[in-house]
């Protein structure tokens, strides 16, 4: 079965430094890898994804991710934290079943706190 | 129109009670989901309909009834909960079932919290 393992319960960041919030997968065949933002009492929302290409995958307000394939990670960064920025960071993964339908499914979460 | 809308926002019942929670998307999306997520846990899916048939069932106890009567509405009908279904209840939605690079669109949810 395909898996996504965030390793940070927390992540906690000065306002204006660089971020990372981290994940590794582990997926038979090719990996499909997503990143989803979630605020308080909201439901998910997309920030980007590697499908294939380019190893650095550029998506909205201003995050990108950098797939490895030989560390098998798909880690999440902003060169320039907000406070806006502070949420939870869910990293997901394709599971492709037999039936063809291809569910995603979420790692645990990371906790981002940007600090003024 | 790029929302999934979700009502009602918040939904207390009890255990002898039965509730529907309610999913709408308007645009043109032919998979729907529905997760449940705990709090401070990652959403763990449900129900998959795919061209308004249910394609996954994650093995979700028979309290849990879902229904897809047309392809912008998902429902959740509930019956019988316990307290441990206390949960937000997200409903998603994604262009199709199949293509490895759909992305979900996810609607606010319900929060429950069942007595």
């Not at chain 1, 960064?77 to 993964?93: G, T």
């Not at chain 2, 255990?15 to 999306?29: D, F, I, P, R, V």
């Not at chain 2, 009908?77 to 199709?96: G, K, N, T």
Request: charged share 20%.
């Amino acid at each position: 079965a395909q898996s996504v393992a965030q390793p940070e319960d927390q992540v906690n960041v000065a306002e204006g430094n660089p971020l990372t919030v981290k994940c590794t997968y582990s997926v038979s065949g090719n990996p499909y890898l997503f990143w989803y933002v979630q605020y308080p009492n909201r439901g998910l929302q997309f920030l980007l994804k590697y499908i294939t290409g380019d190893n650095l995958v550029k998506g909205s307000y201003g995050f990108e991710a950098e797939f490895n394939k030989s560390q098998t990670s798909f880690h999440l960064k902003k060169p320039s934290a907000l406070v806006s920025d502070s949420a939870l960071y869910f990293c997901a993964v394709r599971d492709l079943r037999g039936s063809g339908n291809t569910p995603l499914v979420f790692g645990k979460g990371t906790r981002l706190s940007v600090i003024a | 129109d790029t929302e999934v809308t979700q009502t009602p926002k918040h939904l207390v019942m009890g255990m002898t009670n039965k509730k529907s929670l309610k999913c709408e998307q308007h645009m043109g999306h032919r998979a729907m989901y529905w997760y449940k997520q705990k709090a401070k846990k990652p959403p763990e899916l449900m129900f998959v309909y795919s061209y308004e048939k249910l394609s996954i069932n994650e093995s979700v106890p028979s309290r849990f009834s879902p229904e897809c009567p047309n392809s912008s509405l998902l429902n959740l009908h509930l019956h019988a909960l316990q307290p441990e279904d206390s949960a937000l209840y997200l409903c998603a939605s994604s262009l199709q079932p199949t293509g490895v690079g759909e992305k979900l669109f996810f609607g606010s949810g319900t929060q429950l919290s069942v007595l």
